[in-house]
Nanobody
Framework: QVQLVESGGGLVQAGGSLRLSCAAS????????MGWYRQAPGKQRELVASMTSGGSTNYADSVKGRFTISRDNAKSTVFLQMNSLKPEDTAVYYC??????????WGQGTQVTVSS
């Protein structure tokens, strides 16, 4: 069973930065695709950024140039560096791991609040 534990959320002013971390248990991390999703109140969960096991990345248009996803396979951890934050980035951010067998696992979520 894979467990994902997110950290790093909080309250920040517009224009500020936060770095989210997601630590995974188990031994499949390096072979898995990782992603960050977010869900704002009253909205559907949306993909923010993803990274394949080979290092290819994909970003939502709304965060391109501001957010960066990275991973440390030795520590089974994925990061999301968020710069130039905007109030519309306010949401609960979830870490996602997808295995080569297309099994998906989710973290518990971490709240990010950006004040104007």
């Amino acid at each position: 069973q894979v467990q994902l534990v997110e950290s790093g959320g909080g309250l920040v002013q517009a224009g500020g930065s936060l770095r989210l971390s997601c630590a995974a248990s188990g031994s499949i991390f390096s072979l898995s695709a990782m992603g960050w999703y977010r869900q704002a109140p009253g909205k559907q969960r949306e993909l923010v950024a993803s990274m394949t096991s080979g290092g290819s990345t994909n970003y939502a248009d709304s965060v391109k140039g501001r957010f960066t996803i990275s991973r440390d396979n030795a520590k089974s951890t994925v990061f999301l560096q968020m710069n130039s934050l905007k109030p519309e980035d306010t949401a609960v951010y979830y870490c996602n791991l997808r295995t080569v067998f297309d099994n998906a696992y989710w973290g518990q979520g971490t709240q990010v609040t950006v004040s104007s």
